[in-house]
């Protein structure tokens, strides 16, 4: 028995509707796939603030008040004795950075103020631009006595191009 191949008639386009539709609906799960892969393989992560807050931190951990038996680092409690201009030159290390920048870091306790600098010019010239400022309640050790106080540390970095302005 043979089959018989049925005769389309004269402007029968049911077979060619059927391809461009599943033609179509073939496009557009590639066109979905690619928008939806594209989007996660692209994506990346904003980092906008962390070398300040990365150079912040390693500035506020070499503050902190070190007993001097145990070691152990008390975070919070910076030693009057050791906030000085050497501590801050020990923990940043110029030649292996890659940007212009100066700090000032603001002591306030019991009355009394300590300001001191890392790259001092470039703090004045660079932060007309673009500073970055951290302020935190602290302790602070003077001899036997402990004050609350706060410290500040503000970064002033040279930037490149034109400024931009961030909310």
């Given amino acids: 028995m043979r089959f018989k191949k049925k005769l389309r008639k004269k402007g029968d386009v049911s077979d060619n509707v059927y391809w461009i539709m599943n033609i179509a609906l073939v496009a557009i799960v590639i066109f979905l796939l690619n928008l939806g892969l594209g989007s996660t393989t692209k994506s990346y992560a904003n980092t906008q ?5 990365l150079l912040n931190e390693r500035i506020l951990n070499s503050l ?14 910076i030693d009057i004795s ?3 201009g050497e501590t801050i030159n020990k923990t940043i290390v110029i030649e292996k950075s890659t ?7 603001l002591l306030q306790y019991n009355n009394n103020e300590k ?10 010239t660079f ?11 602290i302790q602070v050790k003077d001899g036997e006595e402990y004050y ?3 410290i500040e540390v503000e970064q002033a970095i ?3 191009g034109l400024i931009q302005l961030e909310d």
């Fill in 99 to 105: 940007r212009e920048f100066g700090i000032r870091i």
């Fill in 115 to 124: 300001e001191i600098y890392f790259n001092e010019e470039n703090y004045d």
């Fill in 148 to 150: 609350k106080g706060t």
């Fill in 82 to 84: 050791d906030f000085n």
């Fill in 158 to 160: 040279k930037t490149k």
């Fill in 49 to 53: 603030g962390l070398e300040y807050y």
């Fill in 127 to 137: 932060r007309i631009f673009r500073t970055a400022t951290i302020k935190k309640s």
């Fill in 64 to 77: 902190w008040y070190t007993e001097p038996i145990s070691q152990a680092v008390q975070q919070g409690i």
